[in-house]
Nanobody, 117 residues
Framework: QVQLMESGGGLVQAGGSLRLSCAAS????????MGWYRQAPGKQRELVAS????????SYADSAKGRFTISGDNAKNTVYLQMNNLKPEDTAVYYC??????????WGQGTQVTVSS
C-alpha cells in the first residue's frame, strides 16, 4: 500500500505562486512515477504534470508548460508542484497520484487551489 498526503493549496491572486507538496508513505520503493492531476467543477480530471522517479524525466500539460515545475526528493519520498504566474483557470482541486511497479494507482485526498482575478 502507498498513502499520499497533499498540502500547500490555498487562495492566491492572479500572477501569484503556490507550491504544492505530496508526501508518500508505505511501500514507497515500488513507486515508478508520480504526478499531479486537477479537477475543476464540471470538468474532467486533467493530468497537469508527471515525472519518473528514477530518471527524473518530466512531462506537462500544455496549459502548465512554462509556468509549473514538478520535482521530487526521493530521500523525503515527496513530490512538489511549483506553480508560478497563476491564472483563474488554474482554480481546481489538485490531486497527487503515484503508479507502482505492478501498475497500481494511488491517490491523495486533494487540495483546493483558488486563483482570484
Amino acid at each position: 500500500q502507498v498513502q499520499l498526503m497533499e498540502s500547500g493549496g490555498g487562495l492566491v491572486q492572479a500572477g501569484g505562486s503556490l507550491r504544492l507538496s505530496c508526501a508518500a508513505s508505505g511501500i514507497v520503493f515500488s513507486i515508478n512515477a508520480m504526478g499531479w492531476y486537477r479537477q475543476a467543477p464540471g470538468k474532467q480530471r486533467e493530468l497537469v504534470a508527471s515525472m519518473f522517479r528514477r530518471s527524473g524525466l518530466t512531462s506537462y500539460a500544455d496549459s502548465a508548460k512554462g509556468r509549473f515545475t514538478i520535482s521530487g526528493d526521493n530521500a523525503k519520498n515527496t513530490v512538489y508542484l511549483q506553480m508560478n504566474n497563476l491564472k483563474p483557470e488554474d482554480t481546481a482541486v489538485y490531486y497527487c497520484t503515484s503508479i507502482d511497479s505492478a501498475g497500481r494507482n494511488y491517490w491523495g485526498q486533494g487540495t483546493q487551489v483558488t486563483v482570484s482575478s
